[in-house]
């Protein structure tokens, strides 16, 4: 008997291939390596972060940890339709993020913002309200593309990823069997 429950618990729904608890973990886990690579990035090919990215995997990292909180509290109903509010609005937030890099990325070099300080500086010099507004409008720095994979720029490729996850996040949380 207790064999069946280990296995249960560990096996796919029989009412489909994936329960809600795989499906948050394997978004926690998705986020994971997407903060690997972006570190990756950082650290072993020399690319430093703008602070658009930063805030980027900061929204990154929250949504992963509301994919971890939910894989492991498991819960049911109601529960479950919080934890996807929760991946929905972090992942709106990221969307958001990327989605402004992107359009940053893309405007003439003559109409890109000026270079602006950096976010360590911002953050020691400014309260927080105004950084994130200084941040959030962009600088120079965010405009331009270090990095591509097929022709596309790192906000390029987080922009689906936050979409994806969002909807796989809310839909997965409101509709399948924990």
Known sequence: MQDLRI??????????WLSRRALNGL????????????????????????????FQRLALLAVGL???????????????KIYGV???LATGIGAGIAARHA???????EEAPRC???LEYMLQAFPLNE????????SGECAKVDWT??????????????VVLGVAGVVGNWRLRS
């Open 7 to 16: 296995i249960s618990a560990i096996a796919p729904d029989r009412r489909g």
């Open 27 to 54: 978004g926690f886990l998705i986020c994971a390596g997407g903060l690997g690579f972006a570190y990756y990035v950082q650290h072993y090919l020399g690319f430093e972060p703008c602070p658009l990215c930063i």
């Open 66 to 80: 509301v994919f971890l909180v939910a894989t492991l509290h498991g819960p049911r109903d109601w529960g479950a």
């Open 86 to 88: 929760l991946v929905g």
């Open 103 to 109: 359009w940053l990325q893309h405007l003439p070099p």
């Open 116 to 118: 602006g300080p950096s």
């Open 131 to 138: 950084t994130i507004r200084e941040v959030l409008t962009g």
């Open 149 to 162: 994979l097929l022709g596309f720029s790192m906000p390029e490729w987080t922009l689906p990823l936050f």
